[in-house]
C-alpha cells in the first residue's frame, strides 16, 4: 500500500527533530571538552615553564654582582605570558617553598607589582638543590554547563582547572 505525499508531511522534521537535535548538542559538547583541555594543557605548560624559570633563579642570583635574582611580580607576568590566550583575572597562582613559605596570587594580575624577591633567603629557601613548587587553577566557564542535570538555569556555570609543578633550584 503506498501512501501520499499528503500523508507524509512534516516526517522530515519529526526526524530531525529526534536525531539532529541530539547530534547538535553532541558536536557542542565535543566542542567545549576539547577547548577545556586545551586550557588544562595550556595552565600546565604554563605553570611547568615557569617552575622551570624560577629553579634558575635562586642564589647564585643573590650573590653580589650577579643581578638575575627575580620577583613574584616577574613570576607572575612569566606565567601570563606563558599561558597564552588565558585571561589573568580567572587565574590563580600559589608559590611555595620548600620550608613552605606560601605566596598566592588571586588573581594572578594582582601580583604583577609585588616587588618580593624570590624564592626568599629566609630559611634558606633559594639555596641550591631545594624544591619549589607552583600550583595554578584557571576557572573554564562553559555555556554547556547550563545543560548539565542539577546546575542551576540560565547561569553560566564552570569549573576549575588545576595544575602543579615541582622543580628543585639549580643555581
Known sequence: ???SKKQEAGATLIEFVLAGIPAVF???SIFQMSLAMWNYHTVASAARDTARYMSLRGRGCTISGNSCSITVGTI???MAQSAIGMAPDRMSV???TQSGQTKTCNPLN???????VWPPASNDDNAPGN??????QFSFPSPAAMV???SAPATVAG???GATSYQNIIF
Open 76 to 78: 607572575a607576568q612569566r
Open 159 to 161: 569549573f576549575t582547572l
Open 94 to 96: 600559589t608559590l611555595t
Open 26 to 28: 553532541l558536536l557542542v
Open 1 to 3: 500500500m503506498r501512501r
Open 110 to 116: 594582582s601580583c604583577y607589582s609585588d616587588a618580593t
Open 148 to 150: 548539565w542535570p542539577g
Open 131 to 136: 624544591l619549589i613548587k607552583i600550583s595554578a
